[in-house]
């Protein structure tokens, strides 16, 4: 069954393409380890809201706009397994500069409850 691990940042808006660059080269790499679908999408509408909301959630500072995104794995096992065979790989490699404080970072695993079009 499809797992999906999720993540929600901010990012300040004069790093766009640093980030966007960062998600590229990353890419092959969680595609190596299994993950058949990656999404980073970047605010557009974001809301604030009277009692949260996302730019509350990661604690987003001015100038900063918020990034969501997901990566679709075969199942929980496979993205485990993915994760654990990461943390060995030679080819991770982080950036010399972050684009974003991965402190304020949220992230955690679903399993889907419903689908559309998929």
């Known amino acids: 069954m499809m797992y999906v691990t ?15 660059e960062m998600a590229a080269s ?13 999404m980073e999408a970047w605010e557009e509408d974001v809301r604030n809201g009277e009692h949260t909301d996302f730019r509350m959630a990661v604690k987003a500072e001015a100038g900063e706009k918020i990034v969501f995104s997901w990566i679709v ?38 399993s889907p409850i419903y689908t559309l079009g998929r």
């Open 6 to 20: 999720g993540f929600l940042l901010a990012v300040p808006a004069a790093k766009k393409e640093a980030y966007r």
């Open 73 to 110: 794995w075969p199942s929980k096992e496979a993205a485990d397994a993915a994760e654990k065979a990461m943390e060995t790989d030679p080819d991770m490699q982080m950036p010399d500069e972050m684009p974003f404080d991965g402190k304020r970072m949220i992230y955690g695993g679903f």
């Open 26 to 38: 990353a890419g092959p790499f969680f595609q190596k380890h299994g993950a058949v679908e990656i």
